[in-house]
């Protein structure tokens, strides 16, 4: 099995091609325009729920590589191995990320499966092991992991932005921006709310820093 190197891609704007209409190709969809991607989904028919899509480019036809011009990243999603291995060597011919939804060697980048909360992201991967254990991960982690996180994170942003101004000792900043990232911040934020939780970074920064109000 291949080794991998996690990344997060910056797909905003970008096109971005998925070939198949079926509920694999859905999914893909989905992801790509959680990801603002300008997605264009090409098939002879779509399932319903793509059928209901909205903000998506449907080309009703059955995949041509003229598809490809312009896109950023494709995913070959369609359940013929001929088209699919038709849409890997276009795509590398053309220096275009590539995922072959039935063939993991035929693939530049792998999907993970993946929770969202605000600018919180995690993600879980097998390396194409299991993509049912990601899964069930996935779902576990979501019963731990609840919409306090996606809060708690953009308030350490707005803490953050405002520190990386103001405090110019980078050893102070790093100390301070660790410890406000600790999960009793969390915990305020889940039993008092987030103006609780302010109360409380600022707090730590005066003790930090004394004189700082
Ligand atoms: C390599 C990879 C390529 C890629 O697609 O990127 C790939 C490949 C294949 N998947 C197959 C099957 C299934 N895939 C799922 C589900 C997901 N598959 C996803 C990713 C990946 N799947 C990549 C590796 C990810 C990793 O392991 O890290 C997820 C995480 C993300 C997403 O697709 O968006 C999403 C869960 C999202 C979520 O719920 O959170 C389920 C379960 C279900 O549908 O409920 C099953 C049935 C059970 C099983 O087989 O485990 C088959 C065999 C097809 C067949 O039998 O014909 C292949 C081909 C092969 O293995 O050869
Ligand atoms: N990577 C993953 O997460 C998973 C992958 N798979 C694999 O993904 C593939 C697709 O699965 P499903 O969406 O369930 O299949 P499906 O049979 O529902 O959909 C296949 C789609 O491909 C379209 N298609 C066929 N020929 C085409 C062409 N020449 N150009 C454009 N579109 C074309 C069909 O019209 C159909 O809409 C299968 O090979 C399956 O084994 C299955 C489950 C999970």
Request: net charge neutral.
């Amino acid at each position: 099995m291949a080794k991998y190197y996690p990344i997060f891609l910056n797909i905003q704007d970008k096109k971005c091609v998925v070939v198949g209409g079926g509920n694999v190709a859905w999914r893909k969809v989905c992801s790509l325009k959680e990801a603002g991607a300008k997605v264009t989904v090409v098939s002879p028919d779509f399932c319903p729920e793509l059928e209901r899509e909205t903000g998506v480019e449907r080309i009703q036809q059955k995949y041509t590589t003229d598809i490809l011009k312009g896109a950023a990243l494709v995913v070959a999603s369609t359940d013929d191995g001929v088209v699919n291995k038709k849409v890997y060597s276009d795509a590398m011919e053309r220096g275009i990320l590539v995922n072959v939804v039935d063939k993991p060697d035929l693939c530049s980048f792998i999907v993970p499966a993946s929770i969202q909360r605000g600018d919180l992201c995690i993600s879980i991967s097998t390396g194409g092991a299991s993509p049912a254990l990601a899964r069930n991960i996935r779902e576990y982690l979501e019963g731990q992991f609840g919409a306090e996180y996606g809060e708690f994170t953009h308030l350490l942003s707005e803490v953050r932005q405002k520190m990386l101004l103001e405090i110019k000792d980078e050893a102070i900043r790093r100390d301070i921006l660790q410890r406000i990232a600790g999960f009793d911040i969390l915990e305020i934020i889940k039993r008092k709310g987030v103006s609780e939780a302010k109360r409380k970074i600022l707090e730590i920064v005066s003790e930090k820093i004394p004189g700082d109000k």
